[in-house]
């Protein structure tokens, strides 16, 4: 369905509008975006609305406090607003004739999948018709603080029966995504995928699709709340149990959790989302993980990937077989795709269980849900191959505050994941001030690998450049960051496996006055 437009005068009047708007669903359109090959038109042309280092006027909230100056202030906005409803309710989704009884943002997460192009302003209505408060996130994109859905730092969570508007300018295009970022009803299906177009891309492939994975458990095993209380007694059996894989990049344990699904778009791997083209065209395929606690290994049966988004960002496009994309983590590829019926697999890594979607273009057998392409088995994506397009990196200037953060396990009960020896809340923030270059070196004394989030900003990888918002910190090595401190505020900076959050590796950036 199209976007509501509607010319409004000033994006920081309130919108008087009380009836929800039309949802701009994401079904995979054909042509409808720009090119992931030419996705540098965005940052290199004179229609550049906000480069990356703009900066925005001060003004810091909190859970009570009144906004002082809103950071999307300078920003250009087009004119455009895009309305829609995200209403949190219970709902089922029949998983292959399972019917799993859930919450979800209305029909699930491909039903409130969002799509809004860049510099239009979102209007974002959350119906709460959930028994439990609740927010939206919305993951990756530089927005106002107070407009960032972390409940008691930047707004109160949302109760039973109320609503809560959101109103931004989006600033950046790419892959994003919308989730709950209250306690782990994330790994429920309080998820969906956010796309942001640019308005002047070219265009020169055939397809956008957009692949959600996700690992499964609400409805069909125990909750994501039983699952908590297990972990943080430190009890194992049925879903908390170690996932080792020797021979991963990720380390020997890539997760505590086993689950019962693995799913693609809300579909098992019996019943899979199917991508219907042509032989020879292209596809984009925008992939998003947003499970709570599985790194995939995503291949794609026949063919090769060539990766030309990273969270968003556009990256230089180099060709692989094979990715491991951890939780929160999204890049974008470009597939030209043959005769036949495909399997798109992503595999837990580590594990047995895959979830996959089918791309069928002509006569040809259907791969059977447990096939596992060869491909998963040849080069694989790694950081060192991304670089920054021109126009995409931080311009070079001296760090002014580093700042070295431990990410580590507890070793008392309850467990506890710690960051500087702490539990959140119970650590001092991470003391920034506006204009600030900040490295921040990320030291992994665990024995897992850590998703490890920014809101609010992204940041640079201090060995490449490249642009990012959720960098995978591997066992017992240290990742650096670059941030440039330019959207004033009280940001988490977490791990972005649910559980590790909830159990409390998570601090905070706080912008000095």
Same mark, same amino acid.
């Given at each position: 369905?199209?976007?509501?437009?509607?010319?409004?005068?000033?994006? @920081?009047?309130?919108?008087?509008?009380?009836?929800?708007?039309?949802?701009?669903?994401?079904?995979?359109?054909?042509?409808?975006?720009?090119?992931?090959?030419?996705?540098?038109?965005?940052?290199?042309?004179?229609?550049?609305? =906000?480069?990356?280092?703009?900066?925005?006027?001060?003004?810091? #909230?909190?859970?009570?406090?009144? #906004?002082?100056?809103?950071?999307?202030?300078?920003?250009?906005?087009?004119?455009?607003?895009?309305?829609?409803? *995200?209403?949190?309710?219970?709902?089922?989704?029949?998983?292959?004739?399972?019917?799993?009884?859930?919450?979800?943002?209305?029909?699930?997460?491909?039903?409130?999948?969002?799509?809004?192009? /860049?510099?239009?302003?979102?209007? /974002?209505?959350?119906?709460?018709?959930?028994?439990?408060?609740?927010?939206?996130?919305?993951?990756?994109?530089?927005?106002?603080?107070?407009?960032?859905?972390?409940?008691?730092?930047?707004? &109160?969570?949302?109760?039973?029966?109320?609503? =809560? @508007?959101?109103?931004?300018?989006?600033?950046?295009?790419?892959?994003?995504?919308?989730?709950?970022?209250?306690?782990?009803?994330?790994?429920?299906?309080?998820?969906?995928?956010?796309?942001?177009?640019?308005?002047?891309?070219?265009?020169?492939?055939?397809? @956008?699709?957009?692949?959600?994975?996700?690992?499964?458990?609400?409805?069909?095993?125990?909750?994501?709340?039983?699952?908590?209380?297990?972990?943080?007694?430190?009890?194992?059996?049925?879903?908390?149990?170690? #996932?080792?894989?020797?021979?991963?990049?990720?380390?020997?344990?890539?997760?505590?959790?086993?689950?019962?699904?693995?799913?693609?778009?809300?579909?098992?791997?019996?019943?899979?989302?199917? %991508?219907?083209?042509?032989?020879?065209?292209?596809?984009?395929?925008?992939?998003?993980?947003?499970?709570?606690?599985?790194?995939?290994?995503?291949?794609?049966?026949?063919?090769?990937?060539?990766?030309?988004?990273?969270?968003?960002?556009?990256?230089?496009?180099?060709? #692989?077989?094979? !990715?491991?994309?951890?939780?929160?983590?999204?890049?974008?590829?470009?597939?030209?795709?043959?005769?036949?019926?495909?399997?798109?697999?992503?595999?837990?890594?580590?594990?047995?269980?895959?979830?996959?979607?089918?791309?069928?273009?002509?006569?040809?057998?259907?791969?059977?849900?447990?096939?596992?392409?060869?491909?998963?088995?040849?080069?694989? *994506?790694?950081? &060192?191959?991304?670089?920054?397009?021109?126009?995409? /990196?931080? &311009?070079?200037?001296?760090?002014?505050?580093?700042?070295?953060?431990?990410?580590?396990?507890?070793?008392?009960? &309850?467990?506890?994941?710690? %960051?500087?020896?702490?539990?959140?809340?119970?650590?001092?923030?991470?003391?920034?001030?506006?204009?600030?270059?900040?490295? %921040?070196?990320?030291?992994?004394?665990?024995?897992?690998?850590?998703?490890?989030? !920014?809101?609010?900003?992204?940041?640079?990888?201090?060995?490449?450049?490249?642009?990012?918002?959720?960098?995978?910190?591997?066992?017992?090595?240290?990742?650096? %960051?670059?941030?440039?401190?330019?959207?004033?505020?009280?940001?988490?900076?977490?791990?972005?496996?649910?559980?590790?959050?909830?159990?409390?590796?998570?601090?905070?950036?706080?912008? !000095?006055?």
């Amino acid at each position: 369905m199209p976007d509501r437009e509607a010319p409004e005068p000033d994006p @920081d009047q309130p919108d008087r509008r009380t009836g929800p708007g039309r949802r701009a669903v994401l079904a995979g359109g054909v042509g409808v975006v720009g090119a992931a090959l030419t996705g540098t038109w965005w940052w290199r042309s004179g229609r550049r609305q =906000f480069g990356p280092d703009e900066p925005k006027p001060a003004g810091t #909230v909190g859970p009570h406090d009144t #906004v002082v100056e809103r950071t999307d202030q300078r920003r250009h906005w087009s004119g455009r607003t895009t309305s829609v409803t *995200l209403t949190a309710q219970q709902g089922t989704l029949d998983l292959a004739g399972r019917q799993a009884r859930t919450w979800l943002y209305d029909g699930g997460p491909m039903a409130a999948a969002v799509r809004v192009r /860049a510099g239009d302003r979102l209007h /974002a209505r959350l119906v709460n018709r959930l028994e439990a408060a609740t927010t939206v996130h919305w993951h990756g994109l530089r927005i106002r603080n107070d407009m960032d859905g972390v409940p008691d730092v930047t707004m &109160p969570a949302v109760r039973p029966g109320d609503t =809560f @508007d959101y109103r931004f300018v989006v600033p950046d295009p790419g892959t994003y995504w919308l989730h709950s970022h209250v306690g782990v009803q994330r790994d429920r299906g309080l998820y969906a995928p956010l796309i942001v177009t640019d308005p002047h891309e070219p265009g020169d492939y055939d397809h @956008d699709e957009t692949i959600v994975l996700d690992d499964w458990t609400d409805g069909v095993g125990p909750t994501p709340d039983a699952i908590l209380g297990e972990l943080r007694a430190g009890h194992t059996g049925g879903t908390v149990r170690p #996932v080792m894989a020797p021979s991963s990049p990720w380390g020997p344990m890539t997760s505590e959790l086993t689950y019962p699904l693995h799913l693609a778009n809300a579909r098992p791997p019996e019943d899979p989302a199917v %991508i219907r083209a042509r032989p020879g065209q292209r596809l984009r395929l925008r992939l998003i993980n947003a499970s709570a606690a599985t790194p995939y290994r995503v291949a794609f049966s026949g063919h090769r990937m060539t990766v030309t988004h990273a969270d968003g960002w556009p990256v230089r496009p180099t060709t #692989v077989d094979t !990715l491991l994309i951890g939780m929160a983590e999204r890049y974008d590829v470009l597939v030209t795709v043959g005769d036949g019926a495909f399997g798109l697999v992503a595999a837990a890594e580590g594990g047995k269980g895959v979830a996959r979607a089918v791309v069928r273009t002509g006569a040809g057998t259907t791969p059977p849900p447990t096939a596992r392409p060869a491909e998963l088995r040849r080069r694989l *994506l790694c950081y &060192p191959d991304l670089r920054p397009v021109a126009g995409t /990196a931080l &311009p070079k200037r001296p760090v002014d505050r580093t700042v070295r953060l431990l990410l580590s396990q507890g070793t008392s009960h &309850p467990v506890t994941w710690l %960051i500087d020896d702490h539990a959140w809340p119970h650590r001092k923030p991470v003391p920034v001030r506006q204009g600030e270059r900040v490295r %921040i070196d990320l030291v992994n004394a665990s024995a897992m690998a850590h998703p490890i989030h !920014l809101h609010g900003h992204t940041f640079a990888l201090a060995d490449t450049g490249v642009r990012k918002d959720t960098v995978v910190v591997l066992p017992g090595k240290t990742t650096s %960051i670059l941030v440039q401190a330019d959207n004033p505020g009280r940001w988490l900076l977490h791990c972005h496996n649910a559980y590790h959050m909830a159990l409390g590796m998570t601090t905070e950036l706080d912008y !000095l006055t």
